[in-house]
């Protein structure tokens, strides 16, 4: 059951509620290690990556039990015991950052190199530069990290060369248990920091600043869990549903958002000509008129997400006149266009930057998803093309969705698996 098919040509209308975001949820769920406590975590999202983040920190010796289907209760393990390994952490890159929460609660860490993956490089040194600079000796043998600290790891002055979402991650957590003050300076400003920071200190963590370029950590000797706290909601999820009814010509309401983290691709969809409409964790996308093609560079939050931009490229491949995206955080994130070719896109591709020249139409076609959110991009090519695309690798769609065929289908979506 690893394809997706679409019969293309329906506008989807209604409401949908949005999940718990994938990464503020994976970024949790290390986090949690660093407890002594028990965790319960609300609006997890079933997907995946998620699960397969269970089954890395379970083999770790913590206990992870669904009590509803979106509810986790989690018991950290007492004493480290084992590794992450490679045929789990190759699933997941997400895993690097279980690092910096291990050193500080254990005082070592083992964790495969995730390495590289269908959207780029993705080095780590900006994680190692951070974690050394809190007093961790790294090591990389034969494909995994060694990380240990003797004692506890000491704050510090740490300054990231590029905003990285993971580094900030790591550092943060790692900086909770560590001895002193730890301050982050151009960190990165994700709604998924800020979720990550809460967390943090709903567990007694003194984390200031979160949203914002400078993070202060005032390290503490132990945290307690204890609390239930609930994830936030998933802004690529949301901007997905987004992009799908502006696709179709549709009339879609978000229930479960923050309008506020929609805004970067708000913002574009309404100059695109899509009406989107704020109301109370709610988002409307109504889109009535014609679509103006529109540019968009991709950049660190409050910038345009790289996450939302392959579903951007599917939407824009059939808007009049020539719209232009500049890819800046992922080198190889633009594969999709080749997928969308074969459904009658013109696209052309130059380095970090892609060309896209309206058609009148796209035509139904056999496809393959290279990444997660290419997968996302081909379903909405698929909802807008004429006749029956079929999308094999579908697993990487379910690593960040949550029932996707089901709940478009409760838009009104052609879609199913088989
Ligand atoms: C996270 C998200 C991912 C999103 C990305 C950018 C998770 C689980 N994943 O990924 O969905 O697309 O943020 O918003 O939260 N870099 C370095 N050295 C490092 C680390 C990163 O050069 O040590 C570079 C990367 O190659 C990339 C850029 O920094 O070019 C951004 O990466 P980063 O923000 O770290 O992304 P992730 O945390 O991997």
Same mark, same amino acid.
Not at 36 to 46: A, C
Not at 79 to 99: D, E, I, M, Q, Y
Not at 134 to 140: D, R
Not at 292 to 320: C, E, H, N, W
């Given at each position: ?25 994976l970024?949790? @769920? ?18 995946s990556d998620?699960?397969v983040m269970?089954?890395i ?31 789990l952490v190759k699933k997941l890159r997400a895993s ?18 995730p ?22 000796? @790294? ?20 300054? @990231? ?92 309401? @978000? ?144 690593r ?19």
């Amino acid at each position: 059951m690893d394809k997706i098919v679409i019969e293309g040509g329906k506008k989807l209308c209604g409401s949908i509620k949005i999940s718990g975001a994938k990464n503020a949820s994976l970024a949790v @769920l290390c986090a949690s290690i660093l407890s002594s406590g028990e965790i319960l975590l609300e609006n997890v999202p079933d997907i995946s990556d998620v699960r397969v983040m269970i089954e890395i920190i379970t083999g770790f010796g913590a206990v992870a039990e669904w009590e509803t289907p979106d509810t986790l209760r989690i018991v950290p393990p007492k004493t480290v015991n084992g590794k992450a390994p490679f045929h789990l952490v190759k699933k997941l890159r997400a895993s690097n950052l279980l690092l910096g929460p291990m050193l500080a609660r254990f005082g070592c860490a083992e964790v495969a190199m995730p390495g590289g993956c269908n959207i780029g490089v993705r080095p780590m040194d900006l994680h190692f530069k951070g974690l050394a600079g809190l007093g961790a000796g @790294l090591s990389l043998e034969r494909g995994y990290v060694y990380c240990s600290v003797p004692g506890r790891l000491k704050g510090a002055r740490i300054y @990231l060369d590029f905003p990285s979402v993971g580094a900030t991650e790591n550092i943060m957590m790692a900086a909770c248990l560590s001895e002193g003050q730890t301050l982050i300076e151009n960190a990165a400003k994700e709604p998924e920091i800020v979720d990550l920071a809460n967390f943090l200190n709903s567990m007694g963590a003194k984390v200031r600043g979160a949203g914002t370029d400078i993070i202060k950590i005032d390290g503490v000797s132990s945290l307690e869990g204890g609390g239930r706290y609930a994830i936030i909601p998933d802004r690529i999820e949301a901007g997905t549903f987004m992009v799908t009814a502006a696709a179709t010509g549709g009339d879609v309401t @978000l229930e479960n958002v923050i309008p506020i983290h929609m805004e970067p691709l708000s913002a574009k969809l309404r100059e695109a000509n899509v009406d989107v409409i704020e109301g109370e964790g709610t988002l409307r996308v109504r889109a009535g008129g014609n679509l103006r093609a529109i540019d968009i560079k991709t950049m660190p939050y409050p910038g345009f997400p790289t996450d939302m931009q392959s579903q951007l490229m599917a939407l824009l491949s059939t808007v009049p006149g020539t719209s232009v995206i500049v890819e800046n955080i992922f080198e190889n994130r633009f594969m999709v266009a080749d997928e969308l070719k074969r459904l009658g896109a013109k696209i052309k591709v130059e380095g970090r930057v892609a060309v896209i020249e309206g058609v009148p139409s796209l035509h139904g076609a056999q496809v393959k998803a290279t990444d997660l959110r290419a997968g996302a991009a081909l379903i909405v090519a698929g909802l807008m093309a004429n006749g029956k695309t079929e999308i094999c690798n579908a697993a990487f769609i379910d690593r960040g969705y949550h029932k996707l065929e089901e709940r478009l289908r409760s838009l009104g979506a052609s879609i199913w698996r088989k």
